[in-house]
């Protein structure tokens, strides 16, 4: 033993690239020593586990207690292997392939089918592009091997190809590493210089790909649940790439001789056996920064498409002899549509309110084939000849489908453009791709030229400084001009945002006289800005050209390209009628004016259409701008209407919202090439149906998906187990324990490796995506790192202290699908520092139907946001120096919860004996309120929702820390008050105008 001390490097702690080959040591000793290296124990505790035998010292140094339970291989393996020909996993010789741009959504098709579009053409150095090359462009392993794997004719024939040095655009590196089965290797194509050439795959869209984040989620209104799994082979190798991208995955270069077999007569013709020639990857390379946007798109698309196809996932449906198109159903909708408000009943004002307008437009994107959604604001009463009923003529006679919403007042109140509300639900829709042309006129009774008539009605606004109002305005004046300013903005904002995601606008409005007094928004620096932002112009017909009774100029703020084609002005052959003044029944002139004639309306539906058809036959370009998530469009609800609802839990949570699933309600999760499917066991279709059924549509694409396992095998997802008993997701139980011993084992030396521990806190946080609220626990451990990271540090006495915490909260970090949920809405509010005191607070509750309770959980996440300010101030928007983006957060608690006439019990109020944030005052709030709930027997297993005004306080509930070390604080009283009650509260956020405990809180 003393030999072998004197022959280990004499040093505190082992380096990691210390050879025990050269040792003259037992196998068993060699097996310490390499875990000791491994975890780099201190010398002196070598020393004293190698005095035991070798399998207490082995299962000591483990934590483990029989010593077969672990691999050498597994633990000391390095992340790349050499590469070794035979054991490379790859598709087999004639299996089926998928081709990308075929499988790509429309959009993402069109966008991948040219290498400009792909290509970054600013800021690219080839200097830094040589550079990454050199670094990423090596051959991990022995070149016999690599020529041999690309001779292997147990792979497809054309998985590879092989290019001239001059045709190679970018390098890239082939390296292995092992796959679950250790006995195959996974190949990976390290296109890092391609990545730095192409753009950005973040403008391209989120998928939600959340993992933990977005199962943690997830709902269930029933205790009884199921969860059924898939994963494809070798998903990535399946996919066929455009003949462009080739060239950016080549590989290292190989002697013509030796690849003689695999090369072309054309090929063995261009070279010379004893030239150099690059391999080039023609699959889908995991090493691609694209290659997880392209497959997520490719399977979501899929998967929504063939979910909303097929009408066999509940047994009920077996009757049914046909299948129907998304666009019949679209249509059969839009055959329900009453044309006048009179004849229109409550469930047909639901239908075309603007929640259920967007989960139509959903539903159209989703379909098979193109359906373009259209929003007309302002439309007025429907009527034939409109521009709606000309659209869907002209649409028929081409070929398109198009879904379109006529919204005005007339139809629902509900879509009033005046509301913060509606105005951030379509805002929401465009970011989301859902919008493709809007069209609208705002009301211009403020703006007429007719009020500078003598005798009319008194002028409002004035040219140069006063077009928002002129500054002697009575206060009914001063109400019209508001709400008619605001109408304008919220519709500019709208369209702006239409715009950005590559759709089409036009604004319409009486045409700017150029001339004083007379005020026109065409002159503001508001709109002048707002078409520069999105390349628009102002255009001015006459709409006596087109059917009008009058002259009536009217200008156009659009962005069409071919609008002018069609843009009349008077040629003066014909008569005009009278545009002011009032009839014989007393009514003004321009009344009848308000309504385009039928001519105007055909060219309006015209323009459009024509711009459909060319998206249809050279694709859409969509702008750079993206901040949306259209491939997460996917929400799929189509099914609704046959009795089953399929929500996608990508969708929610790249909109920041919970999934619930109920009877007949599973949801979906698509990760990358995994798909998890979760259901209740009560109603259908059950979670295996739907998984067999997405498994079914992707294999009909060319996938191979073999690996599927039903609700009664199924035990794993995401690297989370699915516990029964009560159903929850959770670390399985041998990394639960492990990670627990870890963290002890570092606790028990007064020094550490920060380079260990931050992988060990990694992995716990990781495990605490399921259960957030434990994210408080670790904080001067965030520090302590950040201090002496990596180096090897003194413990902190606070950091072990809070490191213990996180080994005892380890079988906490888990989330429990089902909670039941407390038929009553809570509010808790704060008053700051004032004149008198140092503020209060107050707690109310009242009473709400379960499903009330649930939609006020639903939105708790985030806010929406809107770009007027609560009150309808525009004041900051009048001189923008910046799109109109929403800012202006407006809460989603449902409106029947802020009802006015709801009587609210007070539970506890109070005075504050000392001055403070009033985020701190917010966050001791609702820890009172934790309290009472607490206390209550009832309480254990529920989800509660508790209303609160201040934002950073609700942003860090919801994150489930802080970085402010006092709000940390108290999120950590909250965390040990949910912790054990096992319960949960959240909490949605409100305006401060709409708290119904404000007025407790001031209460003294």
Request: proline share 5%; aromatic share 8%.
């Amino acid at each position: 033993m003393n030999q072998l001390y004197s022959q280990l490097p004499n040093t505190h702690k082992f380096s990691s690239w210390v050879s025990c080959q050269n040792l003259k040591t037992t196998p068993v000793q060699r097996e310490v020593i390499q875990l000791a290296m491994h975890r780099c124990l201190p010398l002196c505790r070598v020393r004293r586990e190698l005095a035991l035998s070798g399998a207490q010292a082995a299962a000591r140094l483990l934590k483990t207690i029989p010593i077969e339970s672990y691999s050498m291989d597994k633990i000391c393996q390095s992340l790349h292997v050499p590469l070794i020909a035979d054991r490379m996993a790859e598709p087999k010789p004639g299996s089926t392939t998928v081709d990308m741009l075929r499988a790509l959504p429309e959009d993402e098709a069109a966008f991948y089918a040219a290498e400009a579009n792909v290509l970054e053409t600013a800021g690219i150095s080839q200097s830094v592009k040589k550079e990454l090359e050199q670094r990423f462009g090596f051959l991990g392993g022995e070149q016999d091997e690599y020529v041999k794997y690309l001779n292997r004719t147990d792979i497809p024939e054309d998985m590879w190809g092989f290019a001239a040095e001059s045709e190679v655009r970018a390098w890239a590196g082939v390296s292995t590493v092992r796959k679950k089965d250790p006995q195959w290797l996974r190949k990976l194509i390290m296109a890092c210089p391609a990545n730095y050439l192409f753009r950005d795959v973040r403008e391209r869209g989120d998928h939600g790909i959340g993992g933990a984040a977005a199962i943690s989620g997830l709902q269930s209104t029933e205790e009884d649940n199921e969860m059924a799994i898939m994963d494809e082979s070798n998903a990535f190798s399946v996919i066929r790439t455009p003949q462009w991208m080739w060239y950016y995955f080549a590989t290292p270069m190989v002697l013509a001789s030796s690849v003689w077999g695999r090369l072309s007569t054309v090929q063995r013709e261009q070279f010379s056996p004893w030239q150099w020639i690059a391999p080039i990857y023609k699959r889908l390379p995991m090493g691609c920064s694209h290659s997880v946007h392209i497959i997520m798109s490719i399977n979501l698309a899929r998967v929504g498409r063939v979910l909303l196809e097929s009408f066999r996932l509940n047994d009920d449906w077996d009757k049914q002899a046909e299948e129907v198109e998304e666009s019949a159903i679209v249509r059969k909708l839009e055959r329900t549509r009453k044309p006048k408000r009179k004849a229109r009943t409550k469930n047909q004002e639901d239908l075309h309110s603007p929640f259920a307008f967007r989960e139509r437009a959903r539903r159209a994107k989703s379909a098979l084939t193109p359906i373009w959604v259209v929003l007309l604001c302002f439309a007025g009463s429907r009527r034939q000849g409109d521009v709606e009923d000309w659209l869907y003529k002209l649409a028929e006679q081409v070929g398109a489908m198009v879904l379109v919403e006529s919204v005005d007042l007339a139809f629902n109140q509900e879509w009033d453009l005046g509301d913060a509300r509606t105005v951030a639900l379509l805002l929401e829709m465009a970011a989301e791709g859902l919008l493709d042309f809007v069209l609208g006129g705002p009301p211009c009774a403020t703006w007429s030229m007719v009020r500078y008539l003598p005798g009319g009605p008194r002028p409002l606004r004035f040219r140069d400084g006063e077009e928002w109002g002129r500054k002697d305005l009575t206060l009914r004046e001063r109400l019209q001009v508001d709400e008619a300013n605001l109408l304008m903005v919220n519709f500019i904002a709208i369209c702006e945002a239409v715009a950005s995601m590559g759709g089409f606008y036009i604004l319409e409005h009486p045409a700017d006289p150029n001339a004083a007094p007379y005020a026109s928004i065409f002159s503001t620096a508001l709109l002048l800005e707002f078409l520069k932002r999105t390349k628009g112009i102002i255009q001015v017909i006459d709409q006596c050209m087109y059917g009008g009774l009058t002259r009536k100029a009217t200008g156009l703020a659009h962005n069409f390209a071919n609008l002018a084609e069609g843009a009349l002005r008077c040629c003066g052959g014909h008569k005009h009628g009278i545009s002011h003044g009032l009839n014989a029944q007393g009514v003004f002139h321009t009344r009848r004016l308000q309504s385009y004639p039928s001519e105007l309306c055909h060219w309006f539906a015209w323009l459009m259409v024509g711009q459909m058809l060319l998206w249809q036959k050279y694709g859409r370009e969509v702008s750079r701008k993206l901040a949306a998530m259209r491939s997460t469009r996917w929400k799929w609800t189509a099914l609704q209407d046959q009795g089953c609802q399929i929500a996608s839990m990508n969708a929610n949570f790249g909109n920041k919202e919970p999934t619930w699933i109920r009877p007949g309600k599973p949801a979906v999760y698509v990760h990358v090439d995994d798909g998890v499917v979760f259901a209740t066991k009560k109603g259908q279709p059950s979670a295996d149906k739907v998984m067999h059924t997405m498994a079914d549509g992707l294999e009909e694409l060319g996938f191979e998906v073999s690996d599927r396992v039903e609700a009664e095998q199924s035990r794993k997802a995401i690297g989370f187990q699915f516990a029964k008993g009560p159903d929850r997701l959770c670390l399985p139980g041998d990394k639960a324990v492990l990670l627990q011993l870890t963290i002890e084992w570092l606790l028990e030396a007064p020094i550490v490796d920060t380079a260990l521990l931050k992988s060990v806190v990694g992995i716990w946080i990781w495990a605490a995506s399921l259960a957030r609220n434990q994210l408080a626990i670790p904080e001067n451990v965030f520090q302590f790192l950040q201090c002496h990271f990596p180096r090897r540090a003194k413990w902190w006495n606070t950091a072990k202290k809070e490191l213990r915490w996180m080994a005892s909260m380890v079988p906490a970090l888990e989330h429990r699908l089902h909670r039941e949920t407390w038929p009553v809405v809570f509010a808790t509010d704060a008053e700051g520092v004032n004149g008198s005191d140092a503020g209060g607070f107050g707690v109310v509750a009242a009473p709400f139907e379960i499903d009330t309770v649930m939609k006020t959980i639903m939105v708790s996440a985030r806010p929406a946001f809107t770009v007027a300010k609560l009150d309808g101030s525009i004041g900051h928007l009048k001189d923008p120096v910046k799109e109109l983006k929403g800012r202006i957060p407006v809460s989603r608690v449902p409106r029947e919860v802020l009802d006015p006439s709801i009587h609210w019990e007070p539970l506890a109020a109070g005075r504050w004996k000392h001055g403070d944030h009033i985020t701190l005052g917010e966050g001791r709030g609702t820890i009172v309120l934790l309290k009472k709930i607490a206390m209550a027997a009832r309480s254990q297993h529920r989800i509660f929702a508790s209303l609160c005004d201040n934002f950073p306080w609700v942003g860090a509930t919801n994150k489930g820390r802080s970085p402010a070390h006092q709000v940390n604080q108290l999120l950590r009283r909250r965390t040990a008050l949910e912790t054990s009650r096992d319960m949960k509260v959240i909490h949605p956020w409100t305006d401060t105008k709409q708290m119904p405990a404000d007025f407790l809180s001031r209460l003294k």
